[in-house]
């Protein structure tokens, strides 16, 4: 979500890296990164995927303790690492003593405060996963077959029908279509499997400390602990993501004080029990929040004419499905799209692969996640879970995305080559974009924008 928008499961960490185009138009306010690794469900069947996950029962996962004789004096990297620790600790229980201090003159009640704190420890396993996200680089085909996996529609399903009522109360109420809502829990939980175990407090208190983003961490803290002030939930139940996303659809802290809801009218927004409906019920309220419309679509796949004019696949230009027909833009059956409303052209993986005509409310599904390649795969999960086929375009599946090293290398060549990026910081933006086309345009190829590893050979 973008007020959430980052799972082990989801964290709101840069942990998928997906390298997709940046929109000109693309909304800015988010908390959360641009996209994150789906939950490992989607990677197993249908009826692996609804299995429980259980611990190795009876086995301990420690060694063995050795005999005197056969002991091993520890490594000197060990020493450093273990002394470094008891520094950190150190540290961390003087910075808590502050934040107390801090949370107390923001009207968190002392009560709260001493609950949420008791037993929370320096987690050095949350840092070391923070500064160790891999550039885990995905392309757009790769994402969506996992987004839009068999397994992941068939469990979309059955947890449609499962929560029936649910929906039909939650659609009734907020006019956003159910399968919509259950792509959304589908990608940031695989249906509330992959909710995450961390203890929020513990994760955000150490990220905060850490420092790195510690301001914003130190707000998703202080508003976890308004959460717990509010009575919601208990310290040692609120849990989430390693980064602070939580429950069924991974809200972060400051989105659940500003846009859950308490669905079931228990006196509670319950997102981390078993039973979904507050969760769902916020994510639905979310959407329509920012101008979800019933009815219109979030996107449609087309067709483009021989000698199209590339330019023209921009967000910043929109037109009516009529005029894009007008111009030979046609759904993949050949049939003039219905005038929904103003819509935009989206070629994610350029003329070699699928294209999308956009409308509002895949701004809408953006103000949750930013990437295109989250919101398209919300809805077209969205989509087959309503029945729809499969996307019909092919992919140029002999690519692959290019690392974080090789976006700059190509922004520099661009750039040094006269087609100047305004910058090198490794996103692909308007600018780039721009930069892109206009090479493309000198050495008559497509000029679709499209940053492939072909270009970057090309330039070197």
């Given at each position: 979500?973008?007020?959430?928008?980052?799972?082990?499961?989801?964290?709101?960490?840069?942990?998928?890296?997906?390298?997709?185009?940046?929109?000109?138009?693309?909304?800015?306010?988010?908390?959360?990164?641009?996209?994150?690794?789906?939950?490992?469900?989607?990677?197993?069947?249908?009826?692996?995927?609804?299995?429980?996950?259980?611990?190795?029962?009876?086995?301990?996962?420690?060694?063995?303790?050795?005999?005197?004789?056969?002991?091993?004096?520890?490594?000197?990297?060990?020493?450093?690492?273990?002394?470094?620790?008891?520094?950190?600790?150190?540290?961390?229980?003087?910075?808590?003593?502050?934040?107390?201090?801090?949370?107390?003159?923001?009207?968190?009640?002392?009560?709260?405060?001493?609950?949420?704190?008791?037993?929370?420890?320096?987690?050095?396993?949350?840092?070391?996963?923070?500064?160790?996200?891999?550039?885990?680089?995905?392309?757009?085909?790769?994402?969506?077959?996992?987004?839009?996996?068999?397994s992941r529609v068939t469990n979309g399903k059955a947890a449609l029908r499962k929560h029936r009522k649910a929906?039909?109360?939650?659609?009734?109420?907020?006019?956003?279509?159910?399968?919509?809502?259950?792509?959304?829990?589908?990608?940031?939980?695989?249906?509330?499997?992959?909710?995450?175990?961390?203890?929020?407090?513990?994760?955000?208190?150490?990220?905060?400390?850490?420092?790195?983003?510690?301001r914003f961490f130190e707000q998703q803290l202080i508003a976890a602990l308004e959460i717990l002030d509010n009575?919601?939930?208990?310290?040692?139940?609120?849990?989430?993501?390693?980064?602070?996303?939580?429950?069924?659809?991974?809200?972060?802290?400051?989105?659940?004080?500003?846009?859950?809801?308490?669905?079931?009218?228990?006196?509670?927004?319950?997102?981390?029990?078993?039973?979904?409906?507050?969760?769902?019920?916020?994510?639905?309220?979310?959407?329509?929040?920012?101008?979800?419309?019933?009815?219109?679509?979030?996107?449609?796949?087309?067709?483009?004419?021989?000698?199209?004019?590339?330019?023209?696949?921009?967000?910043?230009?929109?037109?009516?499905?009529?005029?894009?027909?007008?111009?030979?833009?046609?759904?993949?059956?050949?049939?003039?799209?219905?005038?929904?409303?103003?819509?935009?052209?989206?070629?994610?993986?350029?003329?070699?692969?699928?294209?999308?005509?956009?409308?509002?409310?895949?701004?809408?599904?953006?103000?949750?996640?930013?990437?295109?390649?989250?919101?398209?795969?919300?809805?077209?999960?969205?989509?087959?879970?309503?029945?729809?086929?499969?996307?019909?375009?092919?992919?140029?599946?002999?690519?692959?995305?290019?690392?974080?090293?090789?976006?700059?290398?190509?922004?520099?060549?661009?750039?040094?080559?006269?087609?100047?990026?305004?910058?090198?910081?490794?996103?692909?933006?308007?600018?780039?974009?721009?930069?892109?086309?206009?090479?493309?345009?000198?050495?008559?190829?497509?000029?679709?924008?499209?940053?492939?590893?072909?270009?970057?050979?090309?330039?070197?």
């Amino acid at each position: 979500m973008r007020c959430l928008k980052v799972s082990i499961l989801a964290s709101f960490a840069l942990s998928c890296a997906l390298v997709l185009p940046a929109q000109a138009n693309a909304p800015t306010s988010s908390l959360r990164p641009t996209l994150r690794e789906i939950p490992q469900a989607v990677q197993l069947t249908a009826a692996q995927a609804t299995q429980p996950i259980t611990l190795l029962q009876g086995r301990s996962l420690r060694p063995k303790m050795r005999g005197a004789s056969t002991q091993v004096a520890p490594k000197k990297e060990a020493v450093l690492v273990q002394a470094s620790t008891t520094q950190d600790n150190a540290r961390f229980t003087r910075w808590v003593r502050s934040f107390k201090s801090r949370a107390r003159a923001k009207g968190i009640s002392q009560r709260t405060i001493d609950n949420a704190f008791e037993g929370v420890r320096y987690d050095a396993k949350i840092i070391e996963r923070d500064r160790n996200q891999s550039e885990f680089t995905k392309t757009i085909w790769d994402y969506l077959d996992s987004a839009a996996s068999a397994s992941r529609v068939t469990n979309g399903k059955a947890a449609l029908r499962k929560h029936r009522k649910a929906f039909d109360a939650i659609e009734a109420k907020y006019g956003v279509e159910r399968e919509i809502v259950a792509a959304v829990w589908g990608l940031e939980s695989a249906y509330g499997e992959f909710r995450g175990n961390e203890d929020i407090i513990e994760a955000l208190a150490t990220l905060a400390f850490d420092g790195r983003r510690g301001r914003f961490f130190e707000q998703q803290l202080i508003a976890a602990l308004e959460i717990l002030d509010n009575g919601d939930v208990s310290p040692r139940n609120m849990t989430g993501s390693w980064a602070g996303a939580m429950g069924h659809t991974q809200f972060i802290p400051t989105s659940y004080l500003a846009y859950a809801v308490d669905f079931t009218g228990d006196g509670k927004r319950d997102i981390w029990s078993d039973d979904p409906t507050d969760a769902l019920a916020s994510t639905a309220a979310y959407l329509k929040r920012f101008g979800w419309v019933k009815g219109m679509p979030w996107g449609v796949e087309v067709q483009l004419p021989r000698g199209f004019n590339y330019a023209l696949a921009s967000r910043k230009i929109k037109k009516m499905p009529s005029d894009w027909a007008d111009l030979g833009v046609r759904d993949m059956s050949g049939e003039r799209v219905r005038d929904y409303g103003a819509a935009s052209l989206l070629l994610p993986a350029g003329a070699q692969g699928a294209a999308f005509m956009i409308f509002k409310n895949f701004n809408v599904i953006e103000r949750y996640n930013a990437a295109d390649a989250y919101v398209i795969g919300v809805g077209h999960l969205g989509d087959r879970l309503k029945g729809d086929g499969p996307i019909r375009a092919s992919w140029p599946r002999g690519d692959r995305a290019l690392k974080f090293a090789e976006r700059k290398e190509l922004q520099e060549r661009l750039s040094a080559a006269g087609f100047s990026t305004q910058g090198v910081d490794g996103k692909i933006g308007p600018n780039t974009i721009s930069a892109v086309r206009a090479y493309q345009r000198s050495v008559g190829a497509i000029p679709d924008g499209y940053p492939s590893l072909s270009i970057l050979k090309a330039l070197r």
